[in-house]
């Protein structure tokens, strides 16, 4: 007779939380991009309340993983799925957030002229977006071998994100006028930079999970 | 040069830590084989445990650590048993000094009906001790060392059957440390026991491994965890797995230690 029936749902479960969580986050990032892309206030304002839900959902889910951890004392994979549960949400949390704090800025940036240095911050978050669905993916599937080369991708985030700096700087320079823009600008691509950084611990969690050995990759 | 003394000491440290070594080990009941081929190296002052379920080979396993096996018959043992690097299995070993240097405690208590104090004495007096000052301090240390002086040192004379199980559990343990040995098996000690025994025992487990060496069987998951430095999985007989406690409760190499240890087998 096949043995921890129960624990094997909850763990899967466990993940189905973790994943519809994460399609919310990914939802809210893309949104907030959005916003600033198109100077919408309204659809910031919606990322900005869709975080709520967010936030709930991560201590709801949180929450079980801790009673998982309680009452069934997990070892082996079983502990690296709760521990890599905990891990992978705390970052997804905290995307979020970051994903708030660009629609904020869209709400301070409403009322003003788009400047020419903004181009590549769209390009960088779809950089960015297509690394956090990749580490969802990988976490999906246990792909560690997508897991690394999603990693690999923080490369061209940086990349990006000197080049940004270096066009706001030079726009600043060049024109006093934009400095509110640019500076909010600045800060905007240092959010979606963490972002990054957030989609490349999840993919360190996703090894672990797989392979029991932490390895930092970004 | 500092250096290369330093490593070759901790070579020789290496060497020495190994307590008891088994090579090629296999067991068979009459046609039966019960282990096969089992290899394994007990560090001194480690609490190794071994887990597997019913049936695995794992108590047979501990009781051909002190030839206990020698009793059952139709046993047949072949492979190397080293202690110290002697082989026990030797001709002409003597098995009772044998199984005063490692000794064994079993899963249910098994106090001798008669006073706690003459339960521990017992094992010196066998050995011929009569002092009776000497013997009192070897029943004071053991009783200590096995962490239940403080219960009973005011009715020492009183029956050992009147302790509670997990009392009479360390008097079994202070008993077999009376008569100094510097292996200790034990087979399931707490199975019978409750739980804040249970936590007592394994708390006494970490005080003894500074002066012994210490093999237990445990089908307590956790209680491997617990108390062991390293751990070793059988399965039908054969060692499937043997390493660092830490890293086969949390990356273990086998499929089989991984489903086993995670309540995944049958």
């Known amino acids: ?218 | 040069m500092g250096r290369l003394v330093a490593e070759r000491l901790t070579a020789a440290e290496e060497a020495i830590r190994i307590k008891m070594e088994v090579q090629g080990l296999s067991v068979h009941y009459g046609n039966t084989p019960a282990l096969s081929n089992v290899n394994l190296a007990v560090k001194a002052n480690h609490v190794t445990a071994l887990i597997g379920p019913s049936g695995c080979g794992k108590t047979t396993f501990l009781r051909t650590l002190n030839r206990m096996n020698d009793l059952i018959e139709g046993v047949r043992v072949t492979g190397r048993v080293l202690l110290d690097g002697e082989d026990i299995y030797r001709p002409g070993t003597d098995v009772v000094a044998l199984r005063k240097r490692v000794g064994m405690v079993f899963q249910r208590p098994n106090p001798f009906p008669m006073s706690i104090y003459d339960n521990v004495a017992f094992g010196p007096r066998i050995h011929g001790l009569r002092d009776r000052r000497r013997l009192n301090e070897i029943v004071e240390k053991a009783l200590r060392d096995a962490a239940l002086w403080d219960e009973v040192k005011d009715r020492l004379r009183s029956s050992a059957l009147g302790l509670s199980g997990g009392q009479q559990q360390r008097l079994c343990i202070a008993r077999l440390l009376a008569v100094e040995p510097e292996v200790v098996l034990m087979d399931e000690p707490t199975s019978a026991l409750d739980p804040i025994s249970m936590l007592k025992i394994e708390e006494l487990i970490q005080d003894l491994k500074a002066t012994y060496t210490i093999v237990i069987v445990t089908h307590n998951m956790q209680q491997a965890a617990r108390v062991s430095d390293s751990t070793a999985f059988f399965l039908s007989g054969e060692l499937v797995e043997y390493g660092p406690t830490d890293v086969i409760f949390t990356r273990p190499r086998d499929r089989r230690t991984e489903d086993y240890i995670t309540g995944r087998f049958g």
């Open chain 1, 1 to 218: 007779m096949p043995t921890r029936q129960s624990f094997d749902k909850a763990l899967a479960e466990l993940q189905q939380d973790i994943l519809r969580m994460a399609s919310l986050v990914e939802q809210n990032i893309y949104n907030a991009v959005q916003s600033l892309v198109n100077q919408n206030a309204e659809l910031a304002a919606q990322v900005i309340m869709g975080d709520e839900d967010i936030d709930r959902l991560y201590w709801e889910i949180e929450n079980k993983c801790v009673r998982l951890i309680a009452t069934q004392q997990p070892i082996a994979r079983d502990l690296r799925v709760a521990i890599t549960g905990i891990k992978i949400l705390l970052s997804l949390e905290r995307m979020a957030d970051h994903a708030v704090d660009i629609a904020r800025t869209t709400m301070c940036l409403c009322d003003r002229p788009v400047i020419g240095a903004m181009e590549y911050i769209p390009r960088m978050a779809r950089v960015v977006q297509q690394m956090v669905k990749d580490g969802l993916d990988a976490y999906v599937h246990g792909d560690v071998e997508k897991a690394r080369i999603m990693c690999g991708m923080d490369d061209q985030v940086d990349y990006l994100f000197a080049h940004i700096f270096r066009d706001l700087l030079q726009a600043m320079r060049e024109d006093p006028g934009v400095i509110t823009q640019a500076a909010y600008l600045l800060y905007v691509s240092r959010y979606i930079e963490r972002i990054a950084d957030h989609a490349t611990n999840i993919g360190e969690a996703v090894i672990y999970l797989e392979t029991g050995e932490w390895r930092e990759l970004n």
